[in-house]
């Protein structure tokens, strides 16, 4: 759950009093973007995307302007422009007009967690505006804060004083930045990145304005949602299955899915993180999506995500795949009455299809689990093997995709002709 | 904050040693330990470990928790446990989540005998992680998650936390020399097991969990492994996220601390760089340079050697990488061959594919194709025993207030059965919906006929009298009392109970003979198992009168059916070995019974005892059927039926049922206004106090004939249902008015008819309220708590009802001239606006209808009509009452239905 940007950005900023430039929405009007225009002089067009899509910058999707033409011109550049980040490939859905803030020196600012000190830090450098990676230790200083007590201002100073930022900006900086922990700790941020900030003249005073803003929200603590942030903001980034299925999940976790590959063979239930970890690397592009419905699940949740999961993927899927090491807690029984007895559900009512089913799996009420599941696969006549957690997940994952490979190339057109359809 | 500190760490560890982590001197406080988890993982741990759990605390309530070697004390809250003078050294958190910070504050606050905290919740939001990392690091208490399964001393036999091990724990944690550090709980007690294999177990065990603050990570856990005697080496699991492991890494290498034991290391979550999500662990999605291949490559380079190659095993003396977790075993042997260290005890056997359970549907090609093997003990045992089991099994639960079988649908309020609504339902011949309240799914063609059969056989069986049934009513007895008394009598009578034992050996026999008898051929042990229960010497092998119908039945068709099959290859062996089999009627019934509800017993939709008891449902409804004669003395049909030997099995249970209610042959129009007639009343949900009757008299573990007799017990005329009053209501509208209800109203200005009852209700309704009579006479059927507000209100129940008829060509002045009523009604001032005429008005018009001509010719008086439409009502709930039933005795417990105590007032 991320964002990026100032749309939302500026919002989340003026609730703790941060100066941040000013902006327009790409459907402004031609009169406002020109009181814009005249007010600020030069503005900075930047496409929108959902979710937290970094490296715009370099990517030449930000174009200055200070001309009505121009700013048109760059709206409709950038209004459907694509961008690599990461694994992905995304498409920008709007622009935003912002205030170009003149500036002499641009700052960075962030705050986040470390692994390392294993407390909250923030992160400084008045040398920002570009990657806080590609800075030189002695350009930038890490802090860790009290979280009971906040920023304090004196680590600010220190911090700044030490990286050479120009006196005449440090009286400021202290004075706003503590503000961002406010932000950052009452709303469920994990990570919360101003770069840059720039210092803005007023008067005689120099105040530093947010430029751009960048926040990963934690999805376990449901404060950000006091935010009243527009819910697509935050769902854009899920598909429509991982929504409805995000509909099911409650702290207890035993609902994560992700969707991998669409266009997958295995659907696969996966029980507990290391399954989730070392099956989603093993099974690769054929996993349609990687899950971890481990942590006990009743049978009324089970049963909900299976029916979920069939909906979307049965159609296309040639294997149906079970697996997990052997559960603590993880009731079997429960868990296989839930998959199977919705594949039944799902079969009646749509009809049936020739789909391979592997099980690997061990833990508490297994045997009853795993007839549980038999007495349903025969009746519906689906092909199962079974294997118990004497046999390796690993083995049970590579038997698996070998399954699939052959009922892919011939066996599911054999045995469908075979079959009696149901 | 300045903060504690232990050297050579930069921040506070209370422990030295693995050993100290948890030991057999750890006294343990559970906090929230009646929850649902807990409740079921603590008992365990308990006794896994001795008896280490001191004290619970359940917030706002004492108690005790049960287990084999003692209870557990369970206090109001961590200052409770402590004013009670218990002491503990480490808290259990089983809290949802956001207590999770609240319950570490309390107990560092109280406690100060507090070393250490684990914490078994899930999804701790990263905020409260840092606050109680602080807060322990102040007060000096380590912390073990969250998100994680705790710790397990397997050497003091100590499990503190979550459910490592599972439910015994002692099958997967043997003593030995190898302490697992894993990210995954999951994965903790799966490497143990792994590592069991190749002659490993374990010293200590620790599930640190995965979220973005390890609280008990890697660097601590090696000091502290480094200082344990036990300990010859580590396994260790990690995902990505997080530096802790090359901080680790690199205080070993500046010689922060000494570590000079092995370990083996298996990083997976490549894919994990990919997403923008987290999903798993939380906290494992990479970010920056702490991905799983970084993490692959700081352990690469600190072992000197690459990847661990089972072909080639290359091990250093500091450890080796694994790509994957089943390379425990081999690698850590391939590590302690180099160090010239043997493993701890003989390997229990490999991880190759053992195939437990498989289909017999396909033949695999080489490579892909295995034998089934014997599973692990005690696991083929199990196997063996489950084996023998079929059909679905609920969850026991209190059932007071809730069903499995019926609700009402809370946006269209229309009731449910099965998932399926009394509309559709209503669409149903009776015997269909007979099927679907025991079998929850729609009946094949064959199965209707055999349904039929079985029905109309039963209208036959009965052995009691009908002389009290006439008394009864010369006493007044109202028709579900009657029905009440003669059912209660039916008890659990010889032929239900010989019927549920054959069913349930020959469940049994087709579970454990299936290929002798889809082979035909019966093998020496089926024969004697069919010799010993149909061939008792001292059998009464008479055969009745219905004898002849049932071998006809069974014998004529659905030999694919198992049940069939077997019951045919029965009757074979009988005769070959000239041996009778005995109480040969119930042996019928009965498989024709396990043939009808095979097929949904197989598809786990219905249990086992569902089954073996559905001859008594069928019993129970059809004689329902026989004894809901209105006068039997004038019905030759019901004679015909019920006392004749004749039998015609290509009738449905429709068609007799209707003659038997209405003294005539009936139309195809009649059998479907029966059918929806009885098909709406199937039920209202199970807060009816109809369906309460029938639940309250199972919990109270009576014979399935009492549960029908608790519902009809619970019904009367207060049931708008039964349409006893709209009856009435009708018949002095129309009473003087020449009619042909089945037939368009004709010349009849139903209008007219209308407005002037709705003028004189008008007078009426106003005289009574003048004389502060608010307690007047309603028009019965029309207006609805839900259906209404509207200028025009419609229940979408009789409007469907009325589509369907209109459909159907199928007429009924009743109901036209209702629907004038309403509207004249608001005409005329009576209403504010258009009333609905609501569901009951069908059940009464559709009733009237097709027993005007007899009213009007005075073959029935207006009391019997009025008995008649009760006994209808009686007959659509009763059948819809079955799936109650059969979902209480499912999923019921004894007792469940009383009102607790709490809830239960004296009143003056």
New interface residues.
């Given amino acids: 759950?991320?964002i990026a940007g100032l749309k939302y950005g500026s919002r989340l900023l003026e609730l703790v009093e941060f100066p941040v430039a000013q902006s327009l929405d790409g459907d402004a009007s031609m009169e406002a973007l020109q009181q814009m225009l005249d007010q600020c002089g030069k503005l900075v067009v930047k496409p929108v995307f959902t979710?937290?899509v970094g490296k715009k910058g370099k990517a030449g999707l930000i174009q200055f302007v200070n001309s009505l033409t121009d700013a048109m011109k760059a709206k409709e550049e950038l209004y459907f422009s694509t961008h690599n980040w990461?694994?992905?490939r995304v498409r920008a859905n709007g622009v935003i007009f912002e205030e170009f803030v003149p500036s002499d020196i641009e700052v960075y600012f962030s705050i986040s967690?470390s692994?390392?000190k294993?407390?909250?830090i923030f992160t400084i450098s008045p040398h920002g505006g570009m990657d806080v990676?590609a800075l030189a230790p002695e350009q930038k200083r890490v802090v860790w804060i009290?979280?009971?007590?906040g920023i304090k201002s004196f680590d600010i100073t220190n911090a700044l004083v030490d990286t050479g930022c120009p006196e005449r900006y440090i009286s400021s900086l202290v004075r706003h930045l503590p503000k961002l922990w406010d932000l950052f700790?009452n709303y469920?941020f994990?990570t919360l990145e101003l770069n840059p900030v720039r210092m803005k003249k007023q008067g005689n005073q120099f105040v530093p304005v947010a430029c751009d803003f960048r926040a990963a929200f934690?999805?376990?603590?449901p404060?950000w949602r006091r935010l009243n942030l527009p819910k697509t903001v935050l769902q854009s980034?899920l598909t429509p299955f991982e929504s409805e299925i995000n509909r099911l999940r409650t702290?207890?976790?035993q609902s994560?899915?992700?969707e991998?590959n669409p266009e997958g063979s295995i659907i696969p239930f996966?029980?507990?993180?290391?399954?989730?970890?070392?099956a989603?690397?093993?099974l690769?592009d054929r996993a349609i999506f990687?899950?971890?419905f481990?942590?006990?699940p009743p049978?009324e949740k089970m049963l909900g995500i299976s029916r979920i999961v069939y909906k979307y993927w049965l159609e296309k899927a040639n294997l149906l795949l079970v697996i997990?090491?052997?559960?603590?807690?993880t009731d079997i029984?429960?868990t296989f009455?839930g998959i199977?007895?919705a594949l039944?559900d799902h079969m009646?009512q749509t009809g049936w299809k020739p789909v391979y089913v592997i099980v690997g799996r061990?833990?508490?009420n297994?045997?009853?689990g795993?007839?549980?599941a038999?007495?349903?696969?025969?009746?519906l006549?689906?092909?199962?093997?079974?294997?118990?957690?004497?046999?390796?997940?690993?083995?049970?994952l590579n038997?698996a995709m070998?399954?699939d490979r052959?009922w892919t190339e011939q066996?599911q057109a054999q045995?469908s002709a075979k079959?009696r359809v149901i | 904050m300045r903060g504690l500190t232990t050297k050579p760490f930069p921040y506070f560890i209370g422990m030295h040693s693995l050993e100290e982590l948890v030991t057999a001197e750890s006294r343990v406080c559970v906090i929230n330990i009646l929850g649902s988890e807990s409740r079921k993982v603590t008992p365990v741990s308990h006794e896994y470990s001795g008896g280490n759990v001191v004290a619970g605390v359940q917030y706002g309530r004492r108690g005790e928790l049960e287990t084999a070697i003692g209870n557990i004390p369970v206090f109001r809250s961590v200052l409770d446990v402590v004013k009670n003078g218990i002491t503990f050294d480490i808290g259990v958190i089983y809290l949802p989540p956001a207590a999770v910070s609240q319950a570490v504050w309390e107990l560092v606050t109280y406690n100060k005998d507090l070393k250490r905290i684990v914490i078994v919740t899930e999804k701790v939001t990263t905020r409260d992680s840092r606050n109680i990392r602080f807060t322990c690091q102040e007060a000096g208490v380590d912390v073990i998650g969250a998100n994680c399964l705790g710790v397990a001393n397997v050497w003091d036999h100590v499990r503190v936390g979550g459910a490592l091990g599972g439910d015994h724990p002692e099958e997967a944690l043997w003593k030995g020399s190898v302490a697992i550090h894993s990210n995954s709980g999951n994965f903790t007690t799966t490497i143990a097991e792994y590592l069991k294999t190749g002659g490993f177990g374990i010293s200590t065990a620790v599930s640190s969990g995965k979220d973005v603050y390890i609280h008990f990570a890697l660097p601590e856990f090696l000091y502290a492994a480094q200082n344990d005697t036990r300990t010859k080496a580590v396994a260790l699991y990690v995902e990505p996220g997080g530096y802790y492991e090359k901080q680790a890494i690199e205080w070993i290498q500046t010689r922060r601390f000494g570590f000079s034991k092995p370990m083996v290391v298996c990083v997976t979550g490549r894919w994990k760089k990919d997403i923008v999500r987290a999903c798993g662990h939380a906290g494992a999605m990479a970010g920056g340079g702490d991905d799983a291949e970084s993490k692959e490559q700081w352990f690469d380079e600190y072992f000197g050697c690459p990847v661990f190659d089972p072909e080639k095993p290359h091990v250093t003396k500091r450890g080796v990488r694994i790509a994957s977790i089943q390379q425990f075993p081999e690698a850590m042997r391939a590590v302690y061959k180099k160090l010239g260290e043997k493993s701890d005890f003989r390997g229990t056997g490999d991880l190759s594919l053992k195939l437990w359970i498989s289909d017999n549907l396909l033949t695999l090609p080489p490579g892909l194709s295995m034998p089934v093997e014997q599973a692990l003990s005690p696991y083929d045992e199990q196997i063996k025993e489950i084996n023998k089991q079929i059909g679905a099994k609920m969850m026991r639960q209190n059932m007071r207030n809730k069903s499995g079988a019926s609700r009402l649908n809370p946006d269209s309020q229309v009731a449910e059965l099965h998932g399926l609504s009394v509309l559709a339902l209503s669409e149903n011949t009776v015997e269909e919906n007979i099927y679907i309240t025991i079998a929850k799914v729609r009946p094949q063609k064959t199965d209707i006929k055999r349904i039929n059969f079985l029905l109309n056989l039963f209208l036959k069986m009965d052995t009691g009298s009908m002389d009290d049934v006439e008394n009864a009513k010369i006493n007044g007895c109202r028709p579900n009392a009657v029905l009440a008394a003669r059912i209660a009598m039916i008890g659990d009578q010889p032929l239900l109970v010989k019927i549920r034992a054959c069913s349930s050996w020959m469940i049994d026999m087709i579970r454990e003979y299936e290929h002798d008898i889809v082979s035909g051929e019966p093998s020496p042990a089926l024969r004697r198992e069919i010799a010993a229960f149909c061939f008792s010497q001292n059998a009464e092998t008479v055969s009745t009168d219905y004898t002849g119908f049932l071998l006809k039945e069974v014998t004529r068709s659905m030999k694919k059916r198992l049940p069939l099959m077997f019951c045919q290859m029965v009757l074979v062996f009988s005769d070959s070995e000239k041996q009778p089999v005995q109480d040969i009627d119930a042996f019928l019934a009965a498989s024709l019974c396990v043939c009808l509800f095979w097929n949904p017993m197989l598809e786990k939709r219905i249990s086992r005892e569902t089954v073996e008891d559905a001859g008594t449902y069928l019993y129970i409804i059809a004689q329902m059927a026989m004894l809901s004669v209105i006068s039997r003395r004038e019905n030759t049909f019901w004679k015909q039926l019920v006392q004749e030997t004749a039998f015609h099995p290509g009738v449905s249970f429709s068609e007799n049922l209707f003659k038997i209610l209405f003294n005539r042959k009936p139309s195809q129009t009649d059998l479907i206004e029966l059918q929806m007639l009885l098909g709406l009343t199937l039920t209202n949900g199970p807060g009816t106090i109809s369906a309460k009757g029938a639940k309250e008299t199972i919990s109270a573990r009576n014979h399935i004939s009492m549960a029908y007799t608790g519902f009809l017990c619970n019904t009367g005329l207060a049931h708008g249902g039964n349409g006893f009053e709209a009856v009435q209501f009708l018949f002095e509208q129309f009473e003087s008015v020449d009619i042909l209800p089945g037939q368009s109203a004709g010349e009849i200005d139903l209008k007219a008819l209308a407005n002037q009852k709705a003028k004189a209700y008008r007078k009426y309704k106003s005289e009574q309220k003048e004389t502060g009579k608010l307690n007047y006479k309603r028009i019965p059927c029309i207006n609805h708590p839900v259906f209404k507000g509207n200028s025009v209100n419609i229940d979408p129940r009789e409007d469907f009802i009325r589509k369907q008829l209109q459909s159907r060509n199928i007429h009924n002045i009743f109901l036209d001239y209702y629907h004038h009523l309403v509207r004249e009604l608001h005409d005329e001032g009576v209403t504010d606006n258009v009333f609905c005429v609501n569901v009951d008005a069908v059940l009464a018009v559709i009733t009237l209808k097709l027993i005007w001509q007899d009213l009007k010719q005075n073959k029935i008086s207006l009391i019997q009509v009025q008995e008649l439409a009760f006994v209808l009502f009686l007959l659509g709930r009763a059948i819809g009452v079955t799936a109650e039933i059969i979902d209480h005795r499912d999923r019921g417990q004894d007792m469940d239905c009383r009102t607790p105590q709490k809830d239960v007032a004296f009143v003056m």
């Fill in positions: 759950m991320q979710g937290g990461g694994s992905r967690n692994t390392r294993r407390k909250p990676e009290d979280p009971f007590i700790d469920g994990t934690d999805q376990d603590n404060s980034e702290y207890q976790g994560d899915v992700l991998m996966m029980f507990g993180g290391g399954a989730n970890s070392a989603t690397e093993m690769g990687t899950s971890d481990g942590g006990n049978y997990g090491g052997k559960a603590n807690n029984f429960i009455k199977f007895d039944r009646a061990g833990g508490p297994l045997i009853r795993m007839f549980y038999k007495d349903i696969l025969d009746r006549k689906l092909p199962y093997k079974m294997f118990g957690y004497d046999t390796s997940m690993i083995e049970v038997y070998k399954i052959w066996g045995y079959a």
